[in-house]
């Protein structure tokens, strides 16, 4: 017989790629996961997963097991969050995806601040380069940059932001003049590698002119937006980077800003929840607390004279 212990184990296990991963989310250690494992298979005499490969894959009778784990943990979690919200306490666990350098830096101090007003929540942050839709799954809040790609969960812009065309003052002293998009295909620029975007072709709105897009030609490009932001400053070239990014370094001119009456798309700051999640004390509790670090949005504030 499963007890619900079994199919909490199991649960974690399904949604792993391996046993590793799984022994990092459970904090204990690999042969701990394969015992446990091997136990759960031997009480029930059936394999739960296929061992012919490096991946976890489950056995039909292992994905029938992972479903009703996920049936008995989403009934407990709804359980545990009705029996808080009568004692009016926000509990349980608060998982949250954002994107590396913005969750540094605006999610995980409020989060640090949530948890201390709310003693009876533990956290999770899970800082990843490109969190989108496919973590909703897993988590409570995936915080992201710009549009979502899927329109199926419910979404919330937490702050707006803007996206620029900037370089050093250097490197445009030292390269010809940009007076117009068509300008860049004779500059270096440099990008981050989003996805499966078209991050070469640029596009630019201007409030008396037709859009334009521009199909450049990447002299450096990084999936990681701080080390673009960098190769920017030291002067390697142009790029797009986000307001929230770079307010400091065009405040204290390491940067500026590259045809200022043309503008990028911009990337709003927001939140993706689950239907499920959006229920949740916790959950809006957190967004409430979030939102209001945003408000107004750190990177517009004027700083103290």
């Not at 296929?50 to 407990?76: P, W």
């Not at 380069?129 to 897993?138: C, E, N, Q, W, Y």
């Not at 307010?247 to 503008?263: C, H, M, N, Q």
Request: glycine letters at 6%; a positive charge; aromatic letters at 4%.
């Amino acid at each position: 017989m499963l007890s619900s212990d079994d199919l909490r184990f199991f649960n974690v296990l399904s949604k792993c790629e391996t046993l590793a991963e799984c022994a990092r989310k459970l904090d204990v250690t690999p042969p701990a996961v394969t015992q446990r494992l091997k136990a759960l298979e031997d009480r029930i005499g059936i394999r739960l997963i296929d061992r012919s490969g490096r991946t976890i894959t489950l056995t039909d009778e292992g994905t029938l097991v992972a479903s009703h784990g996920t049936i008995v943990a989403d009934a407990m979690e709804a359980l545990t969050e009705a029996l808080s919200n009568r004692k009016k306490a926000v509990s349980g666990h608060l998982r949250v995806a954002a994107p590396h350098g913005f969750g540094r830096i605006h999610v995980a101090p409020v989060l640090d601040a949530f948890a201390r007003k709310h003693p009876g929540v533990t956290v999770t942050l899970d800082l990843s380069d490109f969190p989108g839709a496919r973590l909703v799954d897993t988590c409570d809040v995936v915080i992201h940059i710009g549009a979502p790609a899927a329109l199926s969960e419910i979404v919330t812009t937490l702050a707006p932001n803007r996206r620029m065309l900037c370089a050093s003052p250097d490197y445009l002293a030292s390269a010809p003049p940009i007076q117009s998009p068509a300008d860049l295909v004779r500059h270096r620029c440099l990008v981050v590698r989003e996805n499966d975007e078209d991050v070469t072709l640029w596009r630019f709105l201007h409030p008396s002119r037709e859009a334009e897009t521009v199909r450049i030609h990447p002299t450096l490009c990084s999936n990681d937006g701080a080390v673009v932001r960098e190769w920017a400053i030291t002067g390697q070239g142009v790029a797009i980077r986000s307001e929230w990014n770079i307010a400091g370094d065009l405040a204290a001119r390491r940067l500026k800003r590259v045809l200022p009456a043309w503008e990028v798309p911009a990337a709003d700051v927001v939140a993706m929840l689950g239907t499920r999640s959006g229920r949740s004390a916790r959950t809006t509790a957190f967004l409430a607390m979030l939102r209001e670090s945003l408000s107004p949005p750190p990177w517009r504030r004027k700083p103290p004279q």
